[in-house]
Nanobody, 115 residues
Framework: QVQPVESGGGLVQPGGVLRLSCAAASPIFNMFTVGWYRQAPGLQRELVAQIGTRGTPTYAGSVRGRFTISRDNTRRTVYLQMDNLKPEDTAVYYC?????????WGQGTQVTVSS
């Protein structure tokens, strides 16, 4: 089973930027749908952005216009560019890779937006 690995989280001030990466070492990476989710303390995990096999993105309304999801199949990596970060974006961000009825989660990376 593929285990995605997230990286790129950290502490940033409001208005700042971060870029998260989700890497999955699979020769069929191009066949995965990849989603970024986040979970803040006391809240349910929610979908932030998702990218399909053809590169079509979808976004949650709360991040549309600020976040951009992209994929590089040659590097087997999906990126989440996060601009104009807000304190309410603070959460653990998880990557999920899925193919048909199978999926796998990464361990998560912490994003903290605070002054």
């Amino acid at each position: 089973q593929v285990q995605p690995v997230e990286s790129g989280g950290g502490l940033v001030q409001p208005g700042g930027v971060l870029r998260l990466s989700c890497a999955a070492a699979s020769p069929i990476f191009n066949m995965f749908t990849v989603g970024w989710y986040r979970q803040a303390p006391g809240l349910q995990r929610e979908l932030v952005a998702q990218i399909g096999t053809r590169g079509t993105p979808t976004y949650a309304g709360s991040v549309r216009g600020r976040f951009t999801i992209s994929r590089d199949n040659t590097r087997r990596t999906v990126y989440l560019q996060m601009d104009n970060l807000k304190p309410e974006d603070t959460a653990v961000y998880y990557c999920k890779v899925s193919l048909r009825e199978s999926w796998s989660w990464g361990q998560g990376t912490q994003v903290t937006v605070s002054s």
